[in-house]
């Protein structure tokens, strides 16, 4: 029995230098799989809603048409083989606040006779940050963070964790993304830590947390959970600059005291 490789190559669009990636993916994957593979290749953590526009067809997560309004086809019914072919394009879209846009193109299909695993081979640049602003913002978060005299400087550091825009290594022999693709479809999937750990909501609060609100987010899908994680994050991640910002402002107070009270003993010194 063959089986059929395919070779991806993956582009931010709107981003200049260009961050891309080059993704081998079996062609018998569906498309929620190959949305896993583009996320771990890319970067992203799968935080947010997705969609692949491939011809005129609109291909997602089959919950995301409760409207009614719009025709999205079930990704998990649809085989990468059975829609593209080699020099064949889509489109696939991350995160429908920010827009990630992403070009992806078949550069190659291959025949081979194990079921091929998928990797990274190739690529450039780090994903930018989730949440920065789409590609927009990400352009005002590079200038900002390459300004040493930005007033924002230390807290968007801290906020984008050191973020390194050149800063992307693969293995000689690329990387093996099924690992971390397992990590994501079981978050999709709802196995949370809570459940591993055998941490039953009626055992009591956890964390001091009100039961209601536990429940209530218990009851939540996994993509809505994730969601409302990235929002806590973002928050503490707010909340953490403020609090930076105030106490370098009290620091400068004190110090600006410091100096007035060294001035005035020197004054005195010298009548």
């Known amino acids: 029995m063959t089986h059929t490789l ?16 080059t993704v081998e993916v079996p062609g018998a994957w569906s498309l929620e799989d190959v949305h896993l593979a583009l996320q771990v290749a890319m970067g992203w953590t799968n935080s947010h809603l997705h969609q692949f526009k491939i011809g005129d067809r609109l291909y997602s997560m089959v919950d995301l048409d409760d409207s009614g309004d719009l025709e999205i086809e079930d990704e998990r019914e649809y085989r990468l083989q059975d829609l593209v072919q080699n020099g064949g394009s889509f489109d696939y879209e991350y995160d429908f606040g920010d827009g990630w846009e992403h070009d992806v193109t078949v550069k190659k299909v291959t025949t081979v006779a194990k079921p091929p695993r998928p990797r990274c081979v190739a690529g450039a640049r780090a994903c930018p940050p989730e949440d920065c602003g789409g590609s927009g913002g990400y352009e005002n978060l590079l200038e900002a963070l390459a300004d040493p005299e930005h007033e924002e400087l230390d ?5 984008s964790n050191d973020f390194k ?12 993304l099924r690992e971390e693709i397992a990590k994501l479809r079981a978050l999709a999937d ?8 055998d941490v039953d909501p009626d055992d009591g609060p956890i964390l001091d947390l009100p039961k ?16 409302l994680a990235a929002l806590i994050a973002g928050s503490l991640a707010n909340e953490i600059v403020e609090v930076r910002h105030a106490s370098g402002q009290l620091a400068g107070a004190m110090k600006e005291r410091d100096k007035k009270k060294t001035r005035r003993h020197r004054k005195r010194a010298r009548s």
Request: proline letters at 11%.
């Open 165 to 176: 825009p050149e800063r992307f290594v693969l293995p000689n022999n690329g990387l093996d």
């Open 190 to 197: 709802g196995d949370d830590p809570l459940e591993e750990h």
């Open 155 to 159: 807290s968007l550091v801290t906020w």
């Open 6 to 21: 395919f070779e991806l190559d993956v582009r931010l669009r709107e981003i200049e230098p260009s961050i891309w990636r």
């Open 212 to 227: 209601p609100l536990v429940e209530a987010v218990l009851a939540l899908d996994p993509m809505q959970r994730a969601a």
